[in-house]
C-alpha cells in the first residue's frame, strides 16, 4: 500500500467524520457507565449470597440429604425439599455476575472458568458464614424475605423435627416455626438405628397420611 | 517470538508513539486522528480480510472500526496499549459482521499468511511455490476463526500473546495453545489433502 492510499483512506475517515458530524462522547458518559457496571456488579454479587444463605438455612433445617440413604422414596422425598427456585436464583445471579465481572479486564487474564469456579466459591463461601451466624433466623424474626424463607418440615409422606413428647402408640415432634406434628407408630414401623426415639431427639421419618392423622414407616434418629 | 516494529516512521522523522497522538486527539487536536488512521489503515486492512475473506466488506469494516474508536476515545486508558484497543475493536465488528454474513476467505489474500507461518517454522520460502502456497492456503481456510484469528495476529499482525490476549480476551496460555494448536491443525490438514490428491 502507497503513502498515498493511506493519506486518501485518513481523508476518507475524517471526511466521514465530519460529514456525518460524529462527536467523541464525553469522558463522563463512560466514567458513568464503569461506576454502574461495578455498582451492580456488587450489588448482584450482595444479592446472590444472601440467596445462597437463605437456601443453606433451609437445607440445614431439614437436611433433605439425610434421606438419600433411605432408598427410592428418599430420593423422592429430597427432590422434594430441596429449595430448587431459590438455587435457581443463585445459579441466574452467578451467571449474571460472572457476565458483568467478563467487562473487568482481570476476567480473561484468569480465564472465564477459573472466574466462574471463584464466583461459586466466594458466593457459597460467605453465604455458608452468614447461614453459621444464623443469618436466615435473623432475617426470619424481622420478617425480612419470608417467602424465600418459608418452608415446611413435613410433607405427606415425610417430616423432620424433635422429639418433644412421647406416647405409648405416638409421639410429639417440634418443627420449624414452632409447629407441633403428632406421629403414630405401630408394630410395622421400624425404628433406625434400632431403637426408640427418645425425647430431645432430632428425627427424621417416612410415613403416610391415613384418616388425617400421619403414620410412621419409619423413623430415623439423626445423630445431633 | 517475533520482534516488532512499535510504530510506523518515515526516514528522519522523529517516532511519536500512538497514545500521545491519542491524547493530543483528546485534547483538542481531532486532525491529528488522521495520522493514528493512517498508521492503522494496513495493518487492520489485512486482519480483517483474514477474518472476513472480503476486500470491499474489511475496507467497510476498517472505516467503522475507526469511527467506533473516535467516538469512544475517552474511554481509552492512555496508559494502555491503543493498538491492542483498537485490534480489539476492529475484532468486534469483524465478529459482528461474520454473524451476519457468511465468512468468504479468498486464496489470494492468504497468500502472505502462509508464507509467514512457513518462515517461521524454517521451511525455507524458495521450497513454497506459488501451488504449495495455495495449498497451504486452502488449509488454513478449513481452520476455524477460533484458531485462525490468533494466528495471524501473531504471524501477521506481530503480536505478542499478552497483546492478542488483550485483543481476543483470552488468557495468555489459552492463546498460546490455540496458536500451536492451529499450526498442528494446518499441518494435519495439509497432509490429509496431500494424501487425498
Known amino acids: ?224 | 517470538m517475533i520482534t516488532k516494529e512499535k510504530q510506523e516512521k518515515t526516514e528522519g522523522e522523529e517516532i511519536i508513539n500512538d497514545e500521545k497522538i491519542v491524547e493530543s486527539v483528546l485534547n483538542g487536536s481531532s486532525e491529528r486522528y488522521r495520522e493514528i488512521v493512517n498508521r492503522y489503515h494496513p495493518k487492520l486492512l489485512r486482519y480483517t480480510i483474514t477474518l472476513i475473506g472480503n476486500k470491499d466488506k474489511a475496507e467497510d469494516i476498517v472505516q467503522e472500526t475507526f469511527i467506533k474508536a473516535y467516538v469512544n476515545l475517552h474511554s481509552f486508558d492512555t496508559k494502555k496499549k491503543f493498538s491492542s484497543w483498537l485490534y480489539r475493536i476492529a475484532h468486534n465488528e469483524a465478529i459482528n459482521n461474520i454473524r451476519k454474513y457468511r465468512r468468504e476467505v479468498s486464496l489470494e489474500e492468504n497468500e502472505l499468511f502462509v508464507n509467514k507461518i512457513a518462515s517461521s517454522q524454517n521451511v525455507s520460502k524458495e521450497v513454497i511455490d506459488n501451488e504449495k502456497a495455495l495449498e497451504i492456503g486452502r488449509c488454513i481456510q478449513k481452520l476455524s476463526i477460533k484458531y485462525s484469528e490468533p494466528l495471524e495476529l501473531f504471524y501477521i499482525g506481530e503480536k505478542t500473546y499478552e497483546e492478542i490476549s488483550d485483543i481476543l480476551r483470552l488468557p495468555i496460555s489459552t492463546v498460546g495453545v490455540r496458536i500451536n494448536r492451529a499450526k498442528q491443525m494446518v499441518k494435519k490438514i495439509c497432509t490429509n489433502l496431500e494424501g487425498k490428491l
Open chain 1, 1 to 224: 500500500m502507497n503513502l498515498e492510499q493511506k493519506d486518501d483512506f485518513g481523508a476518507r475517515v475524517m471526511g466521514e467524520i465530519k460529514k456525518r458530524e460524529i462527536e467523541m462522547k464525553p469522558r463522563w458518559v463512560f466514567t458513568v457507565i464503569s461506576v454502574a457496571v461495578v455498582a451492580i456488579f456488587m450489588i448482584m454479587l450482595l444479592l446472590t449470597t444472601i440467596l445462597s444463605s437463605f437456601g443453606l438455612f433451609r437445607i440445614r433445617h431439614v437436611n433433605p440429604f439425610g434421606f438419600l440413604h433411605l432408598g427410592s422414596t428418599g430420593w423422592w422425598i429430597f427432590l422434594q425439599i430441596i429449595p430448587w427456585e431459590l438455587f435457581s436464583f443463585v445459579v441466574l445471579g452467578i451467571l449474571l455476575t460472572w457476565l458483568l465481572a467478563r467487562r473487568f479486564d482481570i476476567s480473561y487474564k484468569i480465564g472465564f472458568g477459573f472466574l466462574a469456579l471463584a464466583l461459586v466459591s466466594i458466593i457459597f463461601s460467605i453465604g455458608f458464614l452468614l447461614d453459621c451466624n444464623e443469618f436466615g433466623e435473623q432475617a426470619e424474626k424481622n420478617g425480612i424475605a419470608t417467602i424465600l424463607l418459608k418452608h415446611d418440615s413435613s410433607g405427606e409422606n415425610w417430616a423432620v423435627g424433635d422429639v418433644i413428647n412421647l406416647e405409648k402408640e405416638s409421639f410429639t415432634i417440634l418443627m420449624h416455626n414452632n409447629r407441633e406434628l403428632i406421629v403414630h407408630f405401630d408394630s410395622q414401623t421400624k425404628f433406625q438405628p434400632g431403637q426408640q426415639s427418645r425425647v430431645s431427639d432430632r428425627v427424621r421419618i417416612i410415613g403416610r397420611v391415613k384418616d388425617g392423622e400421619f403414620w410412621a414407616n419409619l423413623v430415623e434418629r439423626e445423630e445431633k
